[in-house]
C-alpha cells in the first residue's frame, strides 16, 4: 500500500509562490495518476490539478490555469504543484491523492490513497 506525504505548504503574500511536494514514504508513485486536491473548512474537497502516470497528461481546473503547474519525476518518486501568482482565495490544506487505473481525474471518489494534507495560506 502506497503512504503519501506532502511538504512545501506555507503562509506567503499575495502575488507569491510555493512549490508543494508529493512523495510515496512507502511503495511507488510511478505507476500511478495523482492529483492536488484542496479543502477549506465547511467545503468540498475541490480538484486543482492532476498528471498521468508517466507525465504527458496534465489537467488543470480553471482557477489555477496559467497560476499552477503540476510535474513529476518517476525516478525520485515525486511530484511537484508549482504555484505561482497565489491569492487570498487560494488558502487550502492541500492534498495529493493517487488516482485508480481507471476514473477521472476531477473527482475525489476516483482518488484511493491521500496524504495528510499541507496547509497552504495565502495573506493579502
Known amino acids: 500500500q502506497v503512504q503519501l506525504v506532502e511538504s512545501g505548504g506555507g503562509s506567503v503574500q499575495a502575488g507569491g509562490s510555493l512549490r508543494l511536494s508529493c512523495e510515496a514514504s512507502?511503495?511507488?508513485?510511478?505507476?500511478?495518476?495523482v492529483g492536488w486536491f484542496r479543502q477549506v473548512p465547511g467545503k468540498e474537497r475541490e480538484f486543482v490539478t492532476a498528471?498521468?502516470?508517466?507525465?504527458?497528461?496534465?489537467y488543470v481546473a480553471d482557477s489555477a490555469k496559467g497560476r499552477f503547474t503540476i510535474s513529476r519525476d518517476n525516478a525520485v518518486n515525486i511530484v511537484w504543484m508549482q504555484m505561482t501568482d497565489l491569492k487570498p482565495e487560494d488558502t487550502a490544506v492541500y492534498y495529493c491523492?493517487?488516482?485508480?487505473?481507471?476514473?477521472?481525474?476531477?473527482?475525489?471518489?476516483?482518488?484511493?490513497?491521500w496524504g495528510q494534507g499541507t496547509q497552504v495560506t495565502v495573506t493579502s
Open positions: 498528471i498521468s502516470m508517466g507525465g504527458a497528461g496534465q
Open positions: 491523492g493517487i488516482r485508480r487505473s481507471s476514473g477521472t481525474y476531477y473527482d475525489d471518489r476516483d482518488y484511493t490513497v
Open positions: 512507502v511503495g511507488t508513485l510511478s505507476r500511478y495518476p
